[in-house]
């Protein structure tokens, strides 16, 4: 027997840092990171190629350090290195769980992680290996979200999976409004214009001028990175054209 056969064949997975402390408030909490790589590792067992971008917000926020006198590029620079924090620690998590993997980063540090490079992180996937895209876009300014667009577009990804604590994207935040509305569809000029919370506009924009659909999931629900991958309807899609309507909701999941 042949198993279910998934819709996409090569993802982009967005974590924030945050995902990864679970409900410690900071920090890696182990049963998360081990839930996330078992979750990646049912997903790569279908063949599907991954490449993963993790966030810092567990250890370091540049935007929040700026807005207390930091200088931004030195506070962007930090949360860069945050994020090949994570990254090693998920990568080790995954080579537990008896998947192959790679932390690639865009800030060379040579006795740490291999230096990324579009043809090589390319290669890696097509050999199995799940590749761990670090330090964002090298740059100050420039978030992980975007550099979760980017990365995804440059390594041929057919989605960007953007997992995060609530069930898809609200037109108000769920936890304080149980009125809040879930979208189960959107496109790109529906969140622009609405200033909805997806992903920052930058991104969202990458996103919209190259038709890569955005779907917004959550991670805490186990099985969820297997179910959006075998196309599943699950969370809420982004893409150039909404397809059904909204559904209400009372308040987060």
Request: glycine share 10%; net charge neutral; aromatic share 4%.
């Amino acid at each position: 027997m042949t198993g279910p056969t998934p819709r996409y064949r090569r993802i982009l997975l967005k974590l924030s840092g945050e995902a990864l402390q679970g409900d410690r408030g900071h920090g890696i909490d182990a049963a998360v990171l081990r839930a996330v790589a078992e979750e990646i590792h049912e997903v790569v067992a279908l063949g599907v190629h991954v490449g993963v971008v993790i966030g810092a917000g567990n250890i370091f926020r540049g935007v929040s350090a700026a807005a207390d006198g930091m200088d931004r590029a030195m506070a962007d620079s930090m949360g860069m290195l945050g994020t090949v924090i994570n990254s090693l620690a998920l990568e080790d998590a995954l080579r537990h769980a008896g998947v192959k993997a790679r932390v690639m980063s865009a800030i060379p540090m040579k006795t740490v992680c291999d230096t990324y490079a579009q043809r090589l992180a390319v290669q890696h996937l097509e050999e199995g290996e799940v590749v761990i895209l670090a330090a964002g876009t090298g740059n100050p300014y420039f978030t992980t979200d975007t550099a979760g667009a980017l990365r995804a577009l440059e390594i041929g990804a057919e989605v960007m999976l953007k997992a995060t604590k609530v069930d898809g994207c609200y037109d108000k935040d769920p936890a304080k409004h149980p009125d809040a509305v879930r979208f189960s569809t959107l496109t790109y000029m529906e969140v622009l214009a609405r200033g909805l919370q997806v992903m920052d506009s930058t991104a969202t924009s990458l996103c919209k001028d190259n038709d890569l659909p955005i779907i917004v999931f959550n991670l805490r629900t186990q099985g969820n990175i297997r179910r959006v991958v075998l196309g599943e309807p699950v969370g809420t899609l982004v893409s150039n054209q909404r397809t059904t309507t909204t559904t209400t909701t009372t308040g987060a999941r």
